[in-house]
């Protein structure tokens, strides 16, 4: 039995920026197979004065899991491409963090496996975030409950929230 093709798109992680219009370029020039694309772009946010967040992995471990999270949304949904880059580093208010794009011929799947996408990663991919504020203190995020139900919501046969 023939193995599937690889699933067009990719996964980063790294300190460079990303250009949301060229990834989406990457992932669908020359197709004319998919109907519905779906994205996400997180954002480092100035939440009580955040002045700057860093973000931090193991290399190899966080690329693995995310690859991991990626087949396994393949797997749920009839995808045509994904892609998912994730930042580390020192970030600013406003910068992006994260990016996911997801194609499929019809947009419900590739809206729902956008969702299912950033809900994983958020509660799985192995990241350690730490924020500074002005007065220079700084203190390690914490896992958050809303963020574990989001990714529960998954595993009902109805994951609508």
């Known amino acids: 039995m023939a193995s599937p093709s690889p699933l067009p798109g990719r996964v980063a992680v790294g300190e460079a920026s990303f250009d949301i219009a060229a990834e989406t370029a990457l992932l669908t020039e020359g197709r004319a197979d998919i109907g519905g694309l779906a994205s996400f772009t997180g954002l480092c946010r100035a939440d009580s004065g955040l002045a700057a967040m860093t973000l931090e992995h193991y290399p190899g471990m966080t690329e693995a899991a995310i690859a991991a999270i990626r087949e396994e949304a393949a797997r749920r949904w009839p995808l045509l491409g994904a892609t998912v880059i994730h930042r580390v580093g020192r970030l600013l ?4 963090i994260v990016l996911v794009l997801t194609a499929s011929a019809h947009r419900l799947a590739a809206l729902e496996s956008c969702a299912f996408l950033i809900d994983w990663l958020k509660t799985r991919a192995p990241f350690w975030k730490s924020e500074e504020f002005p007065d220079g203190r700084t203190r390690w995020v914490e896992a958050k409950a809303e963020d574990d139900a989001m990714a529960e ?3 009902r046969p ?3 929230p």
């Open 93 to 96: 208010p406003g910068e992006p």
């Open 153 to 155: 919501r998954w595993s």
């Open 158 to 160: 109805d994951p609508r």
